[in-house]
């Protein structure tokens, strides 16, 4: 938050004195309709449109694992032979009736094939659900930020636009004496307009964000502000992973329900056998008689090589993927924890560049109004204290930033919180 001073002396120690009672993290604005806190947000996860649609996913791979162990269903047949013909059959004296059920037969590990197939593929399913469960948590703090982080740089571009006023009518009263040239004044007032249009930019910019932050998390009504400070908050220190990372064991999953397919390809080339029993009833004699048979097909023009080759081919796309996943995780997570030990060290330094930012433009105004420092010096100090500032809610932001990409990587929600 900008800090608001008069001309007169007395104005510039009490402005102090509210800087250091809402620095660093400048007092949030209050609003009557205020944003659940990251942490309620995130128990609402399995709420989320997203989450939904990767469980539900899950949910049908697991149930067709389910269905696959299924055996098939027999075959009921019904047959009457030797009736309405010539002679001896003449009528229906010499008809043969035969009522049979013929059931198919998965050997040389058909079925087997098909339900391991179908299980790892289940198994990729769910552990694509879990990543998408972090990914949209990482989505929710990136919202919930951006709408944070602009609700700040609304509230330091009305300050600024204030701060800018008050010079204004320094300078102008400086015009007036004759101690300034009337380009000043003018120049002035081009600083004010200009910290207007900023201001209006600034509102759009938070309006629409809190408008993706009311969508994302779903919430009855739309929100001016947020429950509890993100950009405030410094992630835990990372502990040492000994597991693949959560991208590298949907890679592995893959993979695995790729060779499985590879198998249930194999086994549809063999032929299909099923086993007929039925009982035949000889209608001129009034006799019964039990038949049984077996079908074999001929694999003579489908030998199912276009799907075998295809199968391999996923299999060798997947092989690809998993080797680039585990090259790509282990750099990834890498530059993540640099990147986030970086804006830390950007965060400290910025809250540094804003105290002695303020402490300039202090010194600027307090010798401007002493006549001792030109307008040019004061802009300038000005520009210095505003460009702090906004640097110091980006540093921020990148932190969280940097924290969303580690927790991804590491399957779990941004600054530990698991709901």
Known sequence: MLIMLGRPRWTVGLAVVVLAMVSPAWAMQAATDSAPTYESLIERLDAMPSTLEAQALSDAAQARAQQAAALPNPTLSYDRENFSGSGPYSGNRAAENTLAVNQPLELWGKRRARVQAAQAEALAADLRAGQQRWWSAGQLAQVYSAAEASERRYALATEALSLIEQDAQAVAALVREGREATL??????????????????????RDAAFARLSA????????????????????????????DPLSVQVAQAELEAASRLVTVEKRRALPDVSAAVGLRRFEETGDDAMTAGITLTVPLFDRNRGGIRAAYADQRAAEARLTAQKQAAYADRLAAQATLEASNSRTRAADSGVAAAEEAYRLSRVGFDAGRISQLELRSSRAALIAARNAAVDARQARVMAEIDLALLEGRAPFGETP
Do not use: H, Y
């Open 184 to 205: 000043r004044s003018v120049q002035a007032q081009s600083e004010v307009e200009s910290a207007r249009a900023t201001l209006d930019e600034a509102r759009a910019i």
């Open 216 to 243: 994302w998390a779903m919430l009855p009504t739309p929100v001016a502000t947020v429950g509890n400070s993100l950009l405030d908050r410094e992630p835990k220190a990372s502990l040492v992973q000994t597991n």
